[in-house]
């Protein structure tokens, strides 16, 4: 597999979105994300990405998604580290994520589930929370070193 991680870039944008949704995620305002959103490129074809959207000393990362011929290859791993340095760099340092169905992949990361109540609320008041994710979606965070 010869993939490359990368900036996405406003031409992008169709493709992921199409990735989100054949992925089932949710796709509201990722365009307003389009500096902190990363693709993952296989030549031209975009099979994979993932997101932070940037709130002060917080993120909410979103949008971690891996076509599925390219599932089980570790790309969802690279995908993650690559948008955890990503948030890192703009000095965040506490994320957020909300999940439906990938609770048992991102403790490998530090994340842990916690209560709605807990996440920032600069977070809470984000697409995801309030609109894009259903009120079943497990909240978790991590701390970044």
Not at 66 to 84: E, K, N
Not at 106 to 121: A, H, L, N, Q, T
């Amino acid at each position: 597999m010869n993939v490359d991680i990368v900036a996405a870039t406003a031409a992008d944008l169709n493709e992921v979105l199409e990735l989100l949704e054949h992925n089932h995620l949710p796709r509201a305002e990722i365009e307003r994300h389009l500096g902190t959103l990363l693709v993952a490129r296989e030549g031209e074809r975009i099979v994979g990405c993932a997101a932070v959207e940037l709130h002060g000393k917080a993120g909410l990362v979103r949008s971690v998604a891996v076509d599925l011929p390219h599932r089980g290859l570790g790309l969802g791993i690279q995908l993650t580290d690559a948008i955890l340095a990503l948030a890192r760099s703009h000095g965040v340092k506490t994320v957020y994520l909300l999940t439906e169905t990938a609770a048992g992949f991102f403790p490998r990361f530090g994340f842990r589930s916690i209560r709605r109540e807990e996440v920032d609320p600069a977070v809470r008041r984000s697409v995801e929370f309030t609109k894009a994710c259903p009120a079943s979606a497990q909240a978790m965070r991590a701390e970044l070193r």
